[in-house]
């Protein structure tokens, strides 16, 4: 049976002969792929690995949502004295493209300007490295043919991107091309958070461009490493090893950085709290003092007005009296002797009104001057007021900004983690890490509440200071119109005054009279009179002697009135001018109040 198949298959062959060699052919040619395939893998590996030894592609890369400080790099070094460790930075941006598209770029750093990283070098396929701040390198993918050495790169981010508080500089000039390890394939650049998730870019620029507190990125470089093929087993294993050791560090840093933010923050707040705390108190005090002052105020004007209530009383009386005098007068000349009596009582009773007025005057003027000392003091608590809202409005804002960056690192954990980007250990420590930030952030929350409490009691101090100055010097304003009122009844019952006693003077004055006698002379004694007896209403004021103060104005005024009736000039045009003047309004600059005659 066997040898018949075989006689059949050679007899089949022969008369098939073509066929069977074309097929033979076939299975030949498809042999020798398969056993090139088989040993192009081994060398395309070994190949690899030696040019990522020769430029150093780093074997492990480390991010962080909160970046990198001294201390940690100082961890790092200390914990893995094998291996080297090189912080650096990157970021994502926008450039725009031909189309008008924005597309996005991953910027890299340059550890020193002019000079290739020790670790992932570029290879420059055209042009030269950067050696100025707005200088940068692209890569040589087929996507990005179109740029050229000489181009310019605008870095620029939008409502969502800040990049002005990353980069210093955005502008640059492309200066060179470069073919990276990290980089194999010509159009696949990774992917990143912003746009359209894609990386479009790789550039380098120097480090000096980013102006960022923290390192963003740690590239680790092993030497033990590199004795392995790092498509081997013994590197996976090597590599394994070195990032649990790295986790271990992570684990004792996390921690430790939570403990130096968490401080820090602390210290401010508390800093914030006790600045409040000084600037309530000095408010409070303040306040208190505003209330005694207008306290006083108060009680001075209703201690004023039952003065000024009784000199307007005495200014009717004298005004009926004046009236009833001037009445006689114009009937009846032979009653000069009883007129004179009551011109005599009549000029008693203003002098006494006169001095009730300026008793009254003097108490409006200190009320015054309290009302404005407690209007400034207000002003000054207002102030503080005002100072401890902005610092309530600051730590509300710092309070906010941290609540959005525990939001902003728990949504970016959560995106790693569902990408398979971190393991679950580092997630849960991640969750672990911001449920203790929110923790300590909800304890500044509170502090922040009780300070605004705080703040809100003093606000209405404040206000209820602030009313009652209001009250105090509406008292003011209606205790300054009576003085007025009372002031104008006693100018004109001191006219009427006078025109009586001229009346009675022109009737009754003897011919060798002190009055008449200065009529003889003329007016250059008359001046010279009134310029004496200025001299001496000065003398007596300087001296601080009231009583010869006001003996000496009489005597000026009346020889004002001797040298007014001289001239020709009837007192009432002298009241009338001083009408004038009392009407004016705006001369006080420094209170911007009236200056009506008082």
């Known amino acids: 049976m066997k040898n018949a198949m075989l006689k059949n298959a050679f007899a089949e062959m022969k008369k098939t002969k073509s066929r069977f060699l074309s097929i033979f052919g076939i299975i030949a040619i498809g042999t020798g792929f398969f056993a090139g395939l088989l040993q192009s893998a081994p060398a395309m590996k070994v190949s690899s690995d030696h040019y990522y030894d020769r430029t150093s592609l780093s074997d492990i890369r480390l991010v962080s949502t909160y970046g990198f400080d001294d201390n940690d790099i100082d961890a790092l070094k200390k914990g893995l004295p094998d291996v080297d460790v090189y912080p650096g930075y990157f970021t994502d941006a926008y450039v725009n493209t031909d189309s008008g598209e924005k597309k996005v770029a991953r910027v890299y750093s340059l550890d020193k300007t002019g000079e290739n990283n020790p670790y992932s070098s570029l290879q420059i396929v055209d042009g030269r490295l950067p050696e100025k701040e707005n200088e940068c390198v692209i890569d040589s993918g087929k996507l990005l043919a179109h740029y050229k050495v000489g181009d310019k790169l605008t870095l620029c981010g939008d409502e969502d991107t800040d990049i002005d508080g990353t980069l210093s500089v955005k502008e640059f000039t492309i200066v060179g091309k470069f073919a990276s390890p990290m980089y194999i394939s010509d159009a696949e650049r990774g992917n990143t958070t912003i746009g359209s998730g894609s990386v479009y870019m790789i550039c380098y620029i120097p480090e000096s461009c980013f102006k960022t507190e923290v390192y963003t990125q740690v590239m680790i470089n092993s030497d033990e490493l590199k004795q392995y093929s790092c498509y081997s087993d013994e590197y996976e294993d090597a590599r394994d090893a070195l990032e649990k050791k790295i986790q271990k560090i992570a ?45 006083d105020a108060k009680k001075q004007l209703d201690e004023a007005k039952p003065q000024l209530e009784s000199g307007k009383k005495t ?4 005004k009926k009296q004046l009236d009833e005098a001037k009445k006689e007068l114009d009937t009846n000349g032979a009653t000069l002797t009883a007129t004179k009596a009551v011109l005599d009582s009549t000029k008693k009773k203003l002098d006494e009104t006169k001095l009730q007025l300026e008793a009254g005057k003097k108490t409006l003027d200190e009320s015054y001057i309290q009302l404005v000392t407690a209007k400034i003091q207000l002003e000054n608590a207002d102030s503080q007021l005002k100072s401890s809202k902005a610092q309530l409005d600051d730590a509300n804002a710092k309070i906010t900004s941290q609540q959005a960056m525990i939001n902003t690192s728990r949504e970016t954990l959560e995106d790693s983690y569902k990408k398979g980007n971190i393991t679950k250990e580092a997630y849960n420590a991640g969750i672990k890490l911001l449920d203790s930030s929110q923790a300590e952030l909800d304890k500044q929350k509170k502090q922040y509440e009780s300070g605004l409490e705080q703040y809100n009691d003093g606000l209405k101090q404040y206000n209820d200071g602030k009313l009652q100055y209001e009250i105090g010097y509406a008292k003011y304003e209606d205790g300054k119109k009576q003085y007025e009122d009372g002031y104008s009844q006693y100018t004109s019952g001191l006219a009427q005054y006078e025109s009586a006693k001229a009346q009675y003077d022109a009737g009754n004055a003897p011919e060798k009279s002190y009055t008449c006698y200065l009529f003889d002379k003329g007016v250059d004694k008359i001046c010279k009179k009134v310029g004496e007896e200025a001299a001496e209403t000065i003398i007596a004021a300087k001296n601080a002697d009231n009583d010869e103060l006001k003996n000496e104005i009489n005597d000026l ?21 001083l009408n004038e003047r009392n009407e004016k309004i705006g001369n006080l600059k420094q209170f911007h109040t009236t200056d009506k005659l008082s």
């Open 557 to 577: 005024l009346y020889h004002v009135m001797v040298l007014c009736a001289d001239r020709g000039l009837e007192w009432s045009e002298v009241e009338e001018v």
């Open 315 to 318: 200014l009717d009386e004298s």
């Open 251 to 295: 684990d004792v840093r996390e921690e430790e950085r939570f403990d130096e933010i968490a401080g820090d923050a602390k210290k401010e707040l508390d800093d914030g709290q006790k600045e409040l705390d000084k600037k309530k108190s000095e408010a409070y005090a303040e306040i208190e003092k505003n209330e005694k002052k207008l306290s």
